[in-house]
């Protein structure tokens, strides 16, 4: 019985074949629209961006409306296209342009700082001992972001990534 | 590659804060100067120094210690736009500020700056 269903699904593909080019097509052009244009999920693995993600195991969801920078706000995390290597990378947008970052890490001798160019984002892993970002290879166009992380996936377990790490500072100024 | 871009010392900012990415400097509504301390709200963000303790175990425990940042939110005309305050009003600058620069020197591996005493110590999976 089964054999014959399966036999007459076949038969029906097979005896329309421009049907199922079509068909096949449309699940093509819908799927490339999804992952191009909507979201997209890939593994993360690495001390970057420690204690925030885990260094293996975990997958990121990407929303790929944020692609080169649009919408992004300091404190995002962003997937991008690494400058220096053909590899994606994970960091945290600590500048915009016209927004005014430290070069180094705090504590280090070098206290300077610059204004982020135009066109351009400051991106910083949350493991400053282990990470290669701005304070390495300098400010990065936003037309290499390739979206902003929303979420994070673990077996069983689904988190959306906090909206905002920035926190109000109620202390009066040391100067 | 980024166009080249001018640093300048902390102890700059004031100055450098009025001046917007076109080289102008920047109106704010009332036609005051910037001021960071009175115009600009004060956020605070942690990042981490981590450290995988023991890299060769799959379950390895990673410590991490907090160094805390400084941002001002800022607007003028033209919109918001967020200044890094760290290196100017933070623990650092306290420090300058006092002489007691000792501390940032004893350990450079760390940055001293919002380090605090006790460690996190998060058990992840490597």
Redesign the interface.
Same mark, same amino acid.
């Given at each position: 019985m089964s054999g014959r269903q399966f036999g007459g699904l076949l038969g029906d593909l097979l005896g329309h074949p421009f049907r199922t080019v079509i068909f096949a097509g449309k699940f093509l052009a819908f799927t490339h629209l999804f992952f191009e244009y909507g979201i997209q999920t890939a593994p993360a693995q690495g001390p970057s961006m420690l204690p925030t993600f885990e260094l293996l195991g975990q997958w990121l969801v990407v929303s790929r409306r944020h692609r080169f920078g649009r919408n992004v706000e300091v404190g995002d995390l962003v997937a991008y296209n690494i400058p220096v290597d053909e590899n994606v990378g994970v960091k945290r947008i600590l500048g915009l342009p016209g927004d005014y970052i430290m070069l180094d890490t705090p504590g280090r001798e070098s206290q300077a700082m610059i204004q982020v160019p135009q066109g351009h984002c400051w991106i910083v892993g949350d493991n400053l001992a282990a990470s290669r970002d701005s304070r390495y290879f300098g400010p990065v166009p936003l037309a290499l972001i390739r979206g902003k992380v929303v979420a994070t996936i673990k077996p069983f377990h689904f988190q959306w990534v906090e909206k905002n790490p920035f926190h109000r500072e109620n202390r009066s100024p040391a100067i | 590659?980024?166009?080249p871009?001018?640093?300048?010392?902390?102890s700059d900012?004031p100055l450098?804060?009025q001046?917007?990415?076109n080289g102008k400097l920047r109106k704010t509504d009332d036609g005051r100067r910037i001021d960071l301390?009175k115009d600009c709200?004060?956020?605070?963000? *942690? #990042?981490?120094?981590?450290?995988?303790t023991r890299p060769e175990v799959r379950n390895s425990p &990673?410590e991490?210690w907090p *160094? #805390?940042?400084?941002?001002r939110r800022c607007q003028d005309k033209k919109g918001k736009?967020? &200044?890094?305050?760290?290196?100017?009003?933070?623990?650092?600058?306290?420090a300058a500020?006092t002489s007691t620069k000792t501390e940032?020197q004893q350990d450079?591996s760390?940055?001293?700056?919002?380090?605090q005493n006790h460690s996190?110590e998060?058990s992840?999976?490597?």
């Amino acid at each position: 019985m089964s054999g014959r269903q399966f036999g007459g699904l076949l038969g029906d593909l097979l005896g329309h074949p421009f049907r199922t080019v079509i068909f096949a097509g449309k699940f093509l052009a819908f799927t490339h629209l999804f992952f191009e244009y909507g979201i997209q999920t890939a593994p993360a693995q690495g001390p970057s961006m420690l204690p925030t993600f885990e260094l293996l195991g975990q997958w990121l969801v990407v929303s790929r409306r944020h692609r080169f920078g649009r919408n992004v706000e300091v404190g995002d995390l962003v997937a991008y296209n690494i400058p220096v290597d053909e590899n994606v990378g994970v960091k945290r947008i600590l500048g915009l342009p016209g927004d005014y970052i430290m070069l180094d890490t705090p504590g280090r001798e070098s206290q300077a700082m610059i204004q982020v160019p135009q066109g351009h984002c400051w991106i910083v892993g949350d493991n400053l001992a282990a990470s290669r970002d701005s304070r390495y290879f300098g400010p990065v166009p936003l037309a290499l972001i390739r979206g902003k992380v929303v979420a994070t996936i673990k077996p069983f377990h689904f988190q959306w990534v906090e909206k905002n790490p920035f926190h109000r500072e109620n202390r009066s100024p040391a100067i | 590659m980024a166009p080249p871009c001018r640093s300048f010392p902390a102890s700059d900012l004031p100055l450098a804060v009025q001046v917007g990415l076109n080289g102008k400097l920047r109106k704010t509504d009332d036609g005051r100067r910037i001021d960071l301390v009175k115009d600009c709200e004060l956020f605070e963000f *942690v #990042q981490y120094e981590c450290l995988v303790t023991r890299p060769e175990v799959r379950n390895s425990p &990673v410590e991490c210690w907090p *160094v #805390q940042r400084l941002f001002r939110r800022c607007q003028d005309k033209k919109g918001k736009f967020t &200044v890094e305050t760290t290196a100017w009003e933070g623990a650092t600058a306290a420090a300058a500020a006092t002489s007691t620069k000792t501390e940032l020197q004893q350990d450079k591996s760390v940055p001293s700056f919002g380090k605090q005493n006790h460690s996190v110590e998060i058990s992840k999976s490597v």
